[in-house]
């Protein structure tokens, strides 16, 4: 079966750096994606990765390794406005998005 | 610039009673719609999605049924409802290659079934 892991919930201090981890095994690989959702709210996306290496993007960055189905998003000088939930989503072969559980980002002043 | 908009944002229906959720896609054409059910504390699930016009295709076996009247409105739908059918849904719709995978969500409906 498919499966994409991360974990349920994070703490981080403002203005610290946060990285939230995602695992993923599926039947192919055409991408990988960080969406943010607080809560009540629509994700909204932060991320493509579907080369492997680091991509930056301001206060945020997205790391992947292919062969070991690894990615993490790497978060920087915390604001409490980046308390929410982290969706990781690979698209698989067949170019259907696999989406985690989501982990939940609390953010303490 | 594009924009997607669902409605109604919240509801509570008794159990047994018909659905219709509805979501329009402006600024683009030819786009691929989704309806996907979020429960809390798992990842999202897709219900349906369309590539054209009349075109559905259903991913998981249920109460609920989706059509394409228009190629910018995409409606989910319910002729009744179960209490499992409670669920933030979300319409959502991508370009129609995936070079980029985005997805571009509506606002969520909220859907209480008592």
């Known amino acids: 079966g498919q499966n994409i892991d991360q974990p349920t919930e994070m703490t981080a201090t403002e203005g610290a750096i946060v990285q939230i981890n995602c695992t993923y095994q599926?039947?192919?690989?055409?991408?990988l994606f960080w969406y943010q959702q607080h809560a009540g709210e629509a994700p909204t996306f932060l991320s493509y990765?579907?080369l492997d290496g680091l991509e930056e993007k301001g206060r945020f960055s997205s790391f992947l390794s292919r062969s070991k189905g690894y990615s993490y998003l790497l978060l920087k000088e915390l604001q409490m406005k980046d308390s929410a939930s982290y969706l990781c989503?690979?698209?698989?072969?067949?170019?259907?998005?696999?989406w985690g559980a989501g982990t939940k980002l609390i953010i303490k002043p | 610039s594009q924009t997607i908009h669902q409605w109604p944002a919240t509801l509570v229906q008794p159990v047994g009673s018909p659905l219709s959720l509805e979501c329009t896609v402006e600024?683009?054409?030819?786009?691929?719609l989704y309806w996907y059910r979020q429960a809390a504390g798992r990842g999202l699930q897709l219900l349906f999605y369309?590539?054209?016009?009349?075109?559905i295709s259903s991913e998981v076996p249920q109460n609920l049924s989706a059509s394409r009247p228009q190629d910018r409105q995409f409606i989910l739908s319910s002729k009744k409802l179960l209490l499992s059918d409670s669920g933030f849904y979300l319409c959502?719709?991508?370009?129609?290659?995936?070079?980029?995978?985005?997805?571009?969500f509506g606002e969520g409906s909220r859907l209480t079934v008592l």
């Open positions: 989503a690979v698209l698989d072969s067949n170019y259907q998005l696999i």
């Open positions: 600024g683009t054409s030819n786009p691929n």
């Open positions: 990765n579907v």
């Open positions: 599926t039947s192919g690989f055409n991408g």
């Open positions: 369309s590539v054209g016009i009349g075109q």
């Open positions: 959502a719709w991508s370009v129609a290659d995936w070079n980029t995978g985005e997805l571009f």
